[in-house]
C-alpha cells in the first residue's frame, strides 16, 4: 500500500535510461525512451507512429552505420 505522496514521487521520478543496464544503448535511443515516459503528455510523442518514426530514426542513424 502507497500513499498519495508516495505514488505522486514515484510518477514524477525520472526513469531509468536503458543504457544504465546495457552500454551497448546509444544516447539517442536513451532519450527516444525517456522521451516516451515522460509525466507530462505534451513532452511525450502524440501517437504510436511519431514514436515509431523517431525509433526509425535512432536505428537508422545509429546502428546500421
Same mark, same amino acid.
Given at each position: 500500500?502507497?500513499? %498519495?505522496?508516495?505514488? +505522486? ?6 526513469? %531509468? ?7 551497448? +544503448? %546509444?544516447?539517442?535511443?536513451? *532519450? *527516444?525512451?525517456?522521451? $516516451? ?10 501517437? *504510436?507512429?511519431?514514436?515509431? $518514426?523517431?525509433?526509425?530514426?535512432v536505428?537508422? *542513424?545509429?546502428?546500421? $552505420?
Amino acid at each position: 500500500p502507497f500513499s %498519495v505522496e508516495d505514488y +505522486v514521487s514515484r510518477v514524477r521520478e525520472r526513469p %531509468v535510461p536503458p543504457s544504465r543496464y546495457n552500454p551497448d +544503448v %546509444v544516447p539517442e535511443l536513451d *532519450a *527516444a525512451v525517456i522521451a $516516451a515516459l515522460e509525466y507530462e503528455p505534451e513532452d511525450r510523442p502524440r501517437d *504510436a507512429g511519431e514514436y515509431l $518514426a523517431i525509433l526509425e530514426e535512432v536505428y537508422t *542513424a545509429s546502428y546500421t $552505420a
